[in-house]
């Protein structure tokens, strides 16, 4: 992980919220920061919360920031904003089109299409 940017989607433990209280995002934006990669959390309303809790962390207000030169993007907060992204777009902001669906919430065949490597929780690779 070292030196790799990571690109958290999602700071809320839930959307539609600015609470981070018990946020499984942070916590593993936290332990892969600690890993030694460069990870930048994006949230449409938690991110002054978010920085309360974790000061350590880079945040950003801006999905596209957020998502430039990133080697891995982690999906982690199921907000509607992030179904909405355009990932062929995306792709041209990434350096790897590799993408964790964390919520298990992103329309797989949208992102694959799009050229993505596509994983998500609870879902089988196929």
């Given at each position: 992980?070292?030196g790799?940017?990571?690109s958290?989607?999602?700071?809320a433990f839930k ?9 499984p995002?942070?916590d593993?934006a936290?332990?892969i ?7 930048t959390?994006h949230?449409?309303?938690a ?9 350590a ?7 596209n920031?957020?998502?430039?030169d990133?080697?891995?993007v982690l999906?982690?907060t199921?907000?509607?904003?992030y ?6 777009n ?17 329309d ?19």
């Amino acid at each position: 992980m070292q030196g790799k940017k990571v690109s958290i989607l999602g700071a809320a433990f839930k959307p539609d919220s600015d609470d981070v209280r018990d946020s499984p995002a942070l916590d593993i934006a936290a332990q892969i920061q600690a890993a030694g990669a460069i990870v930048t959390v994006h949230d449409p309303k938690a991110i002054e919360n978010a920085q309360k809790r974790f000061p350590a962390l880079k945040f950003s207000e801006c999905i596209n920031e957020t998502l430039q030169d990133s080697n891995i993007v982690l999906h982690l907060t199921e907000w509607k904003i992030y179904r909405e992204i355009d990932p062929v777009n995306a792709k041209s902001l990434v350096q790897n089109a590799i993408i964790i669906d964390g919520r298990n919430a992103l329309d797989r065949e949208l992102w694959l299409k799009a050229g993505w490597k596509f994983r998500a929780l609870g879902r089988t690779h196929v």
